[in-house]
């Protein structure tokens, strides 16, 4: 893993959350993405070399509105960077990890994305990204 590349915050309310960190962090988020696949809206925010994720449900049966009715507002996941997924998908499956995605997927902020099970990861929620360079 190259770096702690983003820390993903589940959030309800995208507008009141996005206000908030910009107090918090003292500086605006650069991007706001929806990933319709997902059912998510995501708000990005850079700190030094690493961002900080908002993510807020667009639909009932959103992964993240379901995150939320059981844990409430949070931390949702720590992704890291890394220069080829595939490779890792296969090495951390064959280290044991149980990866949520058969295959890396496109994600927001232009990344191929993949999750690794946070029963495998002592209940971490860990996504995996890499630049997609064959995006555009
Ligand atoms: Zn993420």
Do not use: W
């Amino acid at each position: 893993m190259k770096k702690i590349e983003h820390i993903g915050i589940a959030v309800k309310d995208i507008d009141e959350a996005e206000k908030r960190f910009a107090k918090l962090l003292n500086t605006l988020s650069y991007k706001r993405e929806k990933v319709e696949s997902e059912g998510v809206v995501t708000s990005f925010f850079k700190t030094g070399e690493s961002k900080i994720e908002l993510l807020a449900p667009t639909r009932p049966d959103s992964p993240i509105q379901k995150f939320l009715d059981k844990k409430g507002e949070a931390m949702h996941h720590i992704a890291f960077e890394v220069d080829d997924i595939e490779q890792k998908m296969f090495v951390l499956k064959q280290e044991g990890f149980v990866l949520i995605n058969e295959q890396a997927k496109a994600g927001a902020d232009n990344k191929l994305v993949a999750f690794v099970h946070p029963k495998s990861t002592g209940g971490i929620l860990v996504e995996i990204c890499q630049e997609n360079r064959t995006n555009l």
